[in-house]
């Protein structure tokens, strides 16, 4: 009875060492693992803060990251060059470090180009044809303000109502409009400026039923002058809308 009371008591400290120590053990590897993966999340978090990704509260609605449409909807707008009143944004109007108010416009008949040494002489006589059917046509250029591309004066609406009158009685002459630019500011910020002018007087002439493809256009920016004078006046005379036609 002895023996066996002892033998009972032997076991049972055997089987609560072997119980306990692989428990232990276990347990402490889970704490671990939890704290290791938490401590690699927080890392990880850290990390893409530090490189650039999103942080805290930054994600989309109900935690997920914005679409890539909406990413891209959204460097669209930061990107977008917006008109307002005609005048351009985006590009800097700046002439010698200040922004030239509006001036007079020019009241000028139909002007020609003037020529240079990089244009052909096949193109150049061209050019004098098409300049030629216009004010022959009675078809008159389109000036504008300084900086600005929108037909808003008495006198550029009247020119393009009387253009478009004719247009749409001679439905196959083709008109193209090019746009000009004073000699002040950049050529890429003339270039584009000569286009909105230019797409400008188009739409007008287009909302008063001359069809769209009877007129086409063309920007030269600062680089085909009327005059090359460097004055006020001279700057009104390279700010149009200028008319050359092929019928």
């Known amino acids: 009875m002895k023996y066996r009371g002892a033998s009972q008591l032997m076991l ?13 053990s276990n347990m402490k590897w889970f704490q671990s693992g939890s704290e290791e993966a938490s401590n690699s999340e927080s890392s990880l978090s850290a990390s893409s803060g530090a490189a650039g990704g999103y942080g805290p509260g930054e994600g989309g609605r109900d935690g997920q990251y914005p679409s890539l449409g909406r990413q891209q909807d959204m460097a669209s707008q930061d990107m977008a060059s917006e008109a307002e009143g005609g005048r351009l944004r985006g590009f800097s109007p700046l002439v010698n470090g200040q922004i030239a108010g509006e001036e007079r416009l020019s ?6 180009m003037l020529t240079s040494g990089d244009m052909d002489a096949k193109w150049a006589a061209e050019i004098r044809r098409e300049e030629a059917a216009a004010m022959e046509a009675g078809l008159k250029d389109v000036f504008y303000g300084y900086d600005r591309y929108n037909v808003s004066d008495n006198d550029g609406v009247a020119s393009l ?5 004719w247009l749409k009685e001679n439905p196959k002459a083709l008109l193209k409009i090019s746009g000009h630019c004073d000699e ?3 050529h890429d910020y003339n270039l584009v400026l000569g286009e909105k002018r230019a797409k400008a007087a188009k739409s007008f002439l287009v909302d008063m039923g ?5 007129v086409a256009i ?14 006020e006046v001279c700057h009104q005379q390279n700010r149009r809308g200028h008319m050359l036609l092929r019928k």
């Open 12 to 24: 049972g400290g055997m089987a609560m060492v072997l119980l306990t120590a692989p428990g232990c």
């Open 161 to 165: 109502t009387g253009n478009a009158v």
């Open 210 to 214: 001359v069809n769209a493809k009877q």
């Open 107 to 112: 009241r000028s008949p139909i002007g020609n």
């Open 218 to 231: 063309i920007s030269y920016g600062k680089d085909r002058p009327f005059c090359a004078d460097h004055d």
């Open 184 to 186: 002040r500011g950049t």
